[in-house]
């Protein structure tokens, strides 16, 4: 069965789609609005975990709408959300089982029960989320046994987190991203496979 | 890491320990209150999986608060969860790690997230549950390409599930169980593992 799992080239997601890999015909998927953005970090972020890796559009008006949000809020977890259910809407149409990294602890992005079984329903997928019933400790305990990973501030660190293209949105209308960010958000960045 | 993986000889707790065994050192526990009770065809469940199985010791206290709950309460659901819940922090005084076979589509037994932490802080053991992001479709579909499964109602099929001692609990009493549990309830028991 193939599966879609979003991807950002980081340690939850390489680790969720680790764990799928022996059972499924896994595929990582990173959504990118720009097509110029420069993704080979993730990219051998895939290939150092043996998976079959492309990037896939998210287009410009769902941006938009995530920034105007993201502007009318003030902060970005609501933002982010709309931009995480896009992309797994969109995975879902291409796939018959669609997975993510979302984990216990998490709070964004993070699909409610309700929204999840919505999702199912309403695109005859299976929605597959590994790493749910794993407190952080035991995913980053996990991950520190199986990934090399780089760790750095947003923006610092060339991964596919969705912050980026949020902040760099913000940029292009002229808004400063500083405030509207935690002033501390630590990303990660597999750099490779431990055997 | 050692983790103890409570353990019915179902479908769900046998893929359940499935999906950890590559990441963990597991062995699966069936609690029970009767030593005399017959688990041959438990045990054999875990030998089909090729997994270490013990059986541990439900006390008769225990057992007895969760047949008056159900007494009381007419219904199973929360003596079920009394049962599990005793039997996950009994399973944390030994292992660093416990984990079930709980799913996304779960009612009973399942711990909310704040009983979930609650069970982390208190223990001091990372509970895991692999199933908990899988939907009911995938768990099964999953079973069935791992797991020679033979199914039928409780009582007629000799898993370690806690319905059964409940079931006899409320007999020794001289309470017929058949109008406090559901009419029609599936058990499933692991006769082996497809390769």
């Known amino acids: 069965m193939k599966a879609g799992v979003l ?13 799928l890999a022996p059972h499924y015909e896994v595929e990582v998927v990173t959504f990118v609005s720009g097509a110029g953005r420069n993704l080979a970090a993730v990219e051998a972020a895939g290939a150092a975990l043996g998976l079959a890796w492309r990037r896939a559009l998210l287009p410009g008006e769902v941006l938009g709408a995530a920034i105007d949000r993201l502007v009318a809020d003030g902060y970005p977890n609501n933002a982010i959300n709309l931009v995480h259910r896009w992309a797994l809407e969109a995975l879902a149409r291409e796939y018959p089982v669609v997975a993510d990294g979302t984990r216990f602890d998490d709070r964004v992005p993070m699909l409610g029960p309700d929204e999840a079984r919505s999702l199912m329903d309403r695109c005859g997928c299976a929605y597959v989320r590994p790493l749910l019933g794993f407190p952080r400790a035991e995913v980053d305990r996990l991950a520190g046994r199986y990934l090399a990973i780089e760790r750095g501030e947003t923006g610092r660190i060339p991964n596919g987190d969705y912050e980026c293209e949020l902040r760099a949105g913000l940029r292009e209308r002229g808004i400063d991203p500083t405030p509207i960010f935690p002033s501390s958000h630590e990303q990660t960045l597999v750099r490779g496979r431990k055997r």
């Open 7 to 19: 991807f950002s080239g980081g340690k939850d997601s390489a680790l969720a789609a680790l764990l």
